[in-house]
């Protein structure tokens, strides 16, 4: 009987420190920048796409870094409207080698489509070809444009559906101070 108490102390006690980092990992993304908002913190969906040179990236591999995905597609005026910015935000981030962009085209024409618009307009952030849609689909996508920041520890801590401008000096703030954070 004693035994049993005990653990349901103990079981109580690591539910507690689970609920403090989740909060703790949420609270990461500064709640000031209008517009985005916190997310729950659950775990982002692994996955594993080609990049525009067949390269494949997991995110798994990119863990202990400071994630910025987005789903996108040629087709999309808003997209069109928001990669400016994107590009300016990616411009002020890139020394930091914890902080990745990574823009996951929806064009189900895959890299025929999507390699010729990136050429044309310069973006050198990195783009990921999910033609099928798995990925937006993992990610419970609603529509696009529709952007996830992950912290080091792999959690969503903030979500934006729609177009934005992520040029925005309070969102660069925002994830330089994610950067500080060192994952544990």
């Given at each position: ?7 349901l102390y103990i079981a109580a006690g690591l539910a507690i420190i ?141 979500h934006h559906a729609g177009a934005f401008d992520w040029s925005r ?6 994830l330089k101070q994610m950067l500080e954070v060192k994952s544990g």
């Open positions: 009987m004693v035994r049993r108490r005990n653990l689970a609920g403090v980092a989740l909060f703790i990992a949420t609270m990461q993304w500064r709640s000031t920048v209008p517009g985005v908002k916190r997310a729950d913190g659950r775990i982002a969906a692994d996955f594993t796409l080609e990049d525009l040179s067949g390269r494949t990236i997991t995110l798994a591999s990119l863990r202990g870094k400071v994630i910025f995905l987005n789903f996108w597609a040629t087709w999309c005026a808003p997209c069109l409207d928001e990669m400016p910015s994107m590009q300016a935000l990616y411009d002020q981030m890139r020394g930091n080698a914890d902080f990745v962009m990574l823009a996951v085209s929806q064009d189900q024409r895959g890299r025929q489509a999507v390699k010729p618009f990136i050429d044309k307009n310069g973006f050198r952030f990195q783009i990921l070809l999910d033609p099928e849609g798995q990925l937006a689909e993992s990610y419970g996508l609603r529509g696009v444009p529709e952007t996830f920041i992950i912290d080091r520890s792999g959690r969503i801590v903030a000096p309070d969102v660069s703030e925002a």
